[in-house]
């Protein structure tokens, strides 16, 4: 009988220990010295126009909207970093399609809320999908990403539409993981990094890092020697090989084929990537008749990351019943399946430490162990995944790859609260 391992590898699924490393590393800087050229890439490669070097001034309070994934917040970010007059609903157009009107008058009515509470002219926003940004910190939003439904927004300037509808002002739009970085550089204290990286890892992911100017061969008239950060999209790399499962699950989203390696690690899909690979495992006989039964029965069409990753790790969450548990309730089912989904997860943790490997090494910074390279991550999967020690996972594959291997230094950096929020606000005040 096949085991689950060779059941996985027949149909494509890499097993984290097998992922060739170096090669990852190797195809990710050429795609991201293909996208700063403004050459065909699957890594956009975003300038944003925000440098590290500025001062954050002590006190000022600044106006920020989140757009965050799933969800849309507001409030008021203080420095010392601090949020005050917190709100939090739903993102337009996660629950059902909005029109454009719609859409900004949700975003216009928390200004309004929040806006005379700032000492600062600028509003932040934290924009947390893919958007090319302006000089003046405008976003053109690319494609939506999660799931999000407002179709009309697509290709329109996000601040100038705002503001229109508020009769003026101004605006500093900036991806999470721009946003995320920077609240790393402002919270850093007296410590000495050579470079920065922000690392979104939630419900999507993407990383941004510093780039030299001189490297941005794309733009021109930049001070060569200056340097950006940039948000390079890192969700929608696509030079990775994908299990039959990967591409089962892809085919039934809203963006079948857009950010590949998104889908491979991010909490959006780790759930449905299980519910293929379950499926697919009950029609070549691995569990029960009753299992097999129950599968194809499942009321939601799809499996969340939060049930399959507690399942995995054997937690009962009190207030919510895992439909895992209910299916799998015979203990062989259940090893059997355990055994088919902790490879999503595991291979999860590698790509995302190798792919993280890959942006501290295009810094070109972190020749000395007392000046590394600071990672600043944050997201619901990163902190909150139960099945494997995810961060621990991550760490002792960098200190391989980068410290071991290569003499280059990094450091996770303590994880910053409200990262994305903090980091809009610093935006607003800069
Ligand atoms: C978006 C990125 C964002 C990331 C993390 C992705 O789906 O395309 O812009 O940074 O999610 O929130």
Redesign the pocket.
Known sequence: MKTPEDFLKERGFIAAAEIDRDALISTFMSEMEKGLAGKPSSLPMIPSYIGVDGKVPQGAKAAVLDA??TNFRSGIVTIPPAVEDRANQPMPGVKKEVGVDDFYSALAEEVRRVKPLATVEKIGFC?????DATADLDAKLIRW??GIKAPGIVGQFVGKELLSRLGGGKIAIV???VATLLAAKATEGDKEYSSYLGF???????T?YVERNSNILKLSGLDPAGKMII?A?S??FDKIARSKFDLAMDAKTQTPGS?PF?KMI?GAYLGPIGLEIFKAAAKEGFFSKQAAGRLSGLATPTLETIDLDNFVAGFKKPDRTNPLDVIFADATDAKIARRLALPVFERAAVLTAVHLAAFVIKTGEGVSASSPVAINAD?STYYKTKAVPFADLVRRELDDILVKRRNIHYEITPQVEDAPMVGAGIAAML
């Open positions: 965050g994934g924009f947390s999908y893919p958007a990403t999660k991806n999470d993981t979104i890892l939630g419900t999507g992911t993407n941004a948000n999209e969700g929608s950010n998104e991010s997201g």
